[in-house]
């Protein structure tokens, strides 16, 4: 199989490697886009010190996934339904989800994957790879339903190793599903290296298998990402089916705040990788096209720090939700035996209180 | 209209009648289309339906149960028929982790209205694979409703009880029994409740606890034993979980003996569960130990053996006996 290089238009150094699309002369989408990724990267940092300070749990870290994440929430329609991974904060905190309830979500409270914004988005998806799946559903009843709309589901390098995502694949090829797959390419599955990941050429050759196009595009690039997702919902919206998209990236942090990269991977990789960083790639761009300086740099960074920190302090002032709640939302209406297990888990949470006392009552 | 059908075709009557009456509703799985499933539990529903509400699948349980969910979040009724229960096992994954979660790990914003339909059970000399009786892992699962009809008329009822639910129930269809018995079934469209237990016959001396296709066997038991003067109240379940714990404890105060049949392993069984929840709220009404008969922990044989395995109508009446002789 004959392999291209993946789709650029702006090299490491914000150079255009090829010209760039007639929009790109325009600042609006650029400013936009360059706004968000920093936004993430703030909202990202934040997220790590709380974790450190025993204000967050466990956090999977957004850094280096600015570059896809950001073009593509752009790019989607409200009306589009995103079924993410557990590294996507950015595409939901674009298409709505309120800063402070990310946090919320990564604070361990299910709120955070409740607010009405969120619409139909899917909530995060723990288990490797079981969101495609469920984004072929969401296709499949826009589908029957003869609606214009488009599902957008991401994954990990390491999740395209799972069943679930070859059969998503398969039936998204076979019904000519309306769904964008994006796997993140950043080369790390944890401690697990692309190369004995898979030894696919590119990941983007298993949607050759499935009868769907699949490209493989720089995702450090937003404005190759950008053209990339666009191709995609427009196949999509017209009823040509599928599209599998390879962003390739590089993981510039740890797989989760519990776990230590340094133990796997080399200081030097991480050195060369980031001078592929996003963020500094369209910064350049930007300031090569006069869309930028200094004074707006220091402006933006200043507001999204600002916003950033407002959100945190709303996160920290909220109540954990009442025990009830975990019985609330098990069914629409609960059984006898739910009702009776509330009472005691009520009572067990007052203060002396213990769950035989309920039980006994 | 009447109909005098068997379960299978009580399936079909209530797939049909449900698909008419509410647009949202879809079946997919393999098979179902063309073929109207292995058993012919959806024959004929795609003529009827088209191929957007009936869709044949490829051959992928994993994928079956995760597209169903992302049609139900899209508030599409999907009804997904798993070929057999011995097969389900790669969907588990879609149906514990997301299927009964979604609700919940939205607060509602979300919500998971599906049936997954799968025969189960023993009994027709079926290849390896094609007979357990898993219920109890399922009945386990915080945020799924089980359900098990034992009849047609409760097939009819309870199937379009579970496409009305709006969260997750797995119907398991005792295959056994499927063509075994005939049943004028109205179809009507009215739903039996999911979550009460159906009793078959009313007796004073001992409670016998069933379901599927043990509730057959049960109910010989019964009548043998009427013949020798033992009244014998028989339950069906119907549904597994949640159960309906009141009535099963109100005949337990009443007749002061429980026997509890089902073919499933023993261990960790629903049998476990029911006789826990006696021991927990009804004790001293007991005149005698509680006796399960069940599928041994082994296996599900292979079928030379498995009428071994499989309780029978004498099983239940050497317990029963056991029972009310306990002094």
Known sequence: MKTLPPLQYLDHEGQPSQPCPEWCNKPDWLLRCYHYMVLARQFDTKAIALQRTGQLGTYASLLGSEGIDVPVALSMKSTDVLVPYYRNHACQIIRGMPLEEAFLYWGGDERGNSSVQMGEDFPNAVPIATQSLHACGVASAFKIRNQKRAAVTFIGDGGTSKGDFMEALNVAGVWQLPVVFIINNNQWAISIPRQIQSAAAQLADKAVAAGIPGIQVDG?????????????????????????????????????????????????????????????????????????????????????????????????????????????????????????QKDWAIVKAMQGGSHFEGESS | ???????????????????????????????????????????????????????????????????????????????????????????????????????????????????????????????????????????????????????????????????????????????????SQQQEVEDNANALPIGSCFTLREGSDITLVSWGAMITETLSAAESLSNEGVNCEVIDVATISPLDVETILISVRKTGRLVIIHEAPRTGGVGADISAIVAEQALLDLQAPVVRVTGYDTVMPYFRLEKHYLPNSQDIIDAVKQTVEFV
């Open chain 2, 1 to 179: 209209m009447k109909h005098n059908v068997c379960l299978l075709e009580a399936v079909n009557l209530a797939l049909a009648s449900e698909m008419r009456k509410d647009e949202e509703v879809v079946i997919l799985g393999e098979d179902v289309g063309v073929n109207g499933g292995v058993f012919r539990a959806t024959a004929n529903l795609r003529d009827e339906f088209g191929l957007k509400r009936v869709m044949d699948t490829p051959l992928a349980e994993t994928m079956i149960a995760g597209v169903s969910i992302g049609m139900a979040s899209q508030g599409l009724k999907p009804i997904a028929e798993i070929q057999f229960m011995g097969f389900i096992f790669p969907a588990l994954e879609q149906i514990i982790c997301h299927a009964a979660r979604l609700r919940n790990r939205t607060r509602g914003r979300l919500s998971c209205p599906l049936v997954i339909r799968a025969p189960f059970g023993g009994g027709i000399h079926a290849p390896e694979h094609h007979s357990e009786s898993t219920e109890a892992l399922l009945a386990h699962i915080p945020g799924l409703k089980v359900v098990v009809p034992s009849s047609p008329a409760r097939a009819y009822g309870l199937l379009l009880a579970a496409i009305r639910d709006p969260d997750p129930v797995i119907f398991l269809e005792p295959k056994r029994i499927y063509r």
């Open chain 1, 220 to 340: 450090n690039d937003p404005i190759a990402m950008h053209e990339a997702i666009h191709n995609a919902l427009n196949r999509a919206y017209e009823g040509k089916g599928a599209t599998l998209i390879e962003a390739v990236s590089y993981r510039l942090g740890d797989h989760t705040t519990a776990d230590d990269a340094t133990r796997y991977r080399s200081n030097d990789e991480l050195k060369s990788a980031w001078e592929r960083d996003p963020i500094k790639r369209l910064r350049n761009f930007l300031a090569l096209q006069n869309f930028w300086d200094e004074s707006k740099e220091q402006a933006l960074l200043q507001e999204t720090h600002q916003l950033v920190q407002e959100a945190a302090n709303k996160y920290i002032e909220i109540s954990p939700q009442k025990i009830d709640s975990i019985f609330d939302y098990l069914y629409a209406e609960p059984n006898s035996q739910l009702i009776e």
